[in-house]
């Protein structure tokens, strides 16, 4: 892609109404845009980047078995007084109604209508456990929304479900998300730690947050920093071995402000141990039993020939929130650096551009194409302005690898930056393997 060529609103100045670092490097990179409040646009860069971190959190949702699926952002008020919910979620509900005087609402989340699409398909323990999933957009009427898409109105979720037939086997379903999640952030190059949770709306009585490190989060987290020592790659998908690691990470004490209690956090760690810090929740999930399925009669056979309400959990994880974590986690003194994962391009061309002289650009443009060709997704600063400008610019748009073209390149050697560290003089075939790690 041809700088010249995308659609980037870039800002100069820095907004006034933006408080933290990702709203406001979002909006200067023309990321996003407000259309209400609390209601964003998404625009051709942060699109792109919100669509690579919505098929990592995919693949990982598909590894373990969970089936993807589509559930409209409309829902029927109906089922929603089925679960006594329609009363108590309150003023957060968007509440709509159709030309009939019908009562509708944008939903919040899906505990409701995945439960009515399962009863009345389900009805024998044989085509259990199930894992359901969609990535859809939410509404939830913040009173305050704030921090741009970090606590927004309309924001993008993965939400799964499980249905199992005791609760035994639903803790399975749980411990394979459990697993399913921190995979998902580690490929997002952040560590996100679980903490054992309240279950606020959604009901139930186990759940855990998954929560990063950033100093402008909304929690206040109490943890022991040896919970970063556990390695995920020990355990695998047995019953067994999903239960160990669960309790590995719950044996280190960990809490949000809600569960925080200053004795046991003193007593069980050591003082050089001690993090206390404030987070972001990533994720969060709920083991509820039949707290839905029960009031919506969702009902299977059991194998002993009695009728069971079938046991529940959901997931949801926050794919839109997720970009303004990994900026907050990752936008340090200036300078974005994107996970490669997830970067808006692979690599950008920056060369000097001298108008009385293009044998730059014209450089620039060769190795353009050939690495187009090698399948490397490339962006090519062809932008007229002095070098220190487009340095600028490159520190906040974060992609994580630079050609720089300038004095120092030669014929077949070009100045090749990873984004933090020192540059280094690399032929294009170098080039092309490193990116190939
Ligand atoms: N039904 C359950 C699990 S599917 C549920 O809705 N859980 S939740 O309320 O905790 O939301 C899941 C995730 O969505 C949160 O962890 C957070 O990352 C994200 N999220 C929640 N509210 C907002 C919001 N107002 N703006 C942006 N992201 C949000």
Known sequence: ??????????????PTDAKIKSHQLMLRTGMI?????????????????????ES????????????????????SA???????????????????????GREMLYGPTNEEL?????????????????????????????????????RCREFYMKDAYSFDIDDEKAKHSYNKMFYAYLKTFNRLELQAIPMAADTGPIGGDLSHEFIILAETGESNIFTDKNIF??????????????????????????????????DEFEKKIKKENQIKAKGIEVGHIFYFGEKYSKPLNCLVDHPEGKKVAVKMGSYGIGVSRLIGAIIEAKFIDDVMKWPRSVSPF??????SINKNNDENSKKALKIYQELKENKIDVLLDDVNE???????????????????IGSKSEDDKFEFKEVGKIATMLSLKEIKQKLKK
């Open 1 to 14: 892609m041809l700088l010249s060529n995308l659609f980037l609103p870039l800002t100069k100045d820095l």
């Open 33 to 53: 845009k407000q259309s209400a409040a609390g209601i964003y646009s998404w625009l051709p860069l942060g699109f792109k980047i919100m669509k690579k971190i």
């Open 56 to 75: 990592i959190v995919r693949e990982e949702q598909n590894k373990i078995g969970a089936q993807e699926m589509l559930m409209p952002t409309i829902q």
């Open 78 to 100: 109906d089922i929603w007084k089925e679960s006594g919910r329609y009363n108590d979620y309150g003023e957060e509900m968007l509440r709509i109604k159709d030309r009939q």
């Open 114 to 150: 995945i439960t009515e699409i399962f009863r009345s398909s389900i009805k024998s323990y044989k085509s259990l456990p199930q894992l359901l999933y969609h990535i859809q957009w939410k509404f939830r009427d913040e009173i305050r929304p704030r921090f741009g898409i970090m």
């Open 229 to 262: 020592d556990i390695k995920l790659n020990s355990y695998n998908f047995s019953k067994d071995s999903l239960e160990k690691m669960r309790s590995d990470f719950s044996s280190f004490y960990s809490a949000t402000d809600e569960k925080f209690n200053k």
């Open 346 to 351: 692979d690599l950008v061309i920056i060369p």
């Open 386 to 404: 002095n070098i220190s400008a487009k340095f600028k610019k490159h520190d906040l748009l974060g992609i994580p690898y630079q050609i720089i």
